[in-house]
């Protein structure tokens, strides 16, 4: 079993920021891609930001300036640092990882159960 868990969100006032964790446990033999994507309400699920094992990154133009991405290859954690947070931020944010179980084995994509996020004064 793998899992992947979210922590970090909560209730912050526009201008505000917030840290995201996942850490991600279980039968794991490789973590390529991981990101974070949001839905807020009403909305389509969106990507918000990826990085590659490499620690090559793509953001989305929303929150280009305001959010970076980073990684632990060792804790098998993907971190988000939302800064100067808006109103239109505030959606559930959900943790993605591709990750391989086994070396014969394929990757797969894995998600958390989210997070919620809700920048309001």
């Known amino acids: 079993q793998v899992q992947l868990v979210e922590s970090g969100g909560g209730l912050v006032q526009p201008g505000g920021s917030l840290r995201l964790s996942c850490a991600a446990s279980?039968?794991?033999?490789?973590?390529?891609?991981m990101g974070w994507y949001r839905q807020a309400p009403g909305k389509e699920r969106e990507l918000v930001a990826r990085i590659t094992r490499g620690d090559s990154k793509n953001y989305t133009d929303s929150v280009k300036g305001r959010f970076t991405i980073s990684r632990d290859n060792a804790k098998n954690t993907v971190y988000l640092q939302m800064n100067s947070l808006k109103p239109e931020d505030t959606a559930v944010y959900y943790c993605n990882a591709e990750i391989k179980r086994a070396l014969w084995a394929g990757y797969m994509d894995y998600w958390g159960k989210g997070t919620l996020v809700t920048v309001s004064s």
């Open positions: 279980g039968s794991i033999f490789s973590i390529n891609d």
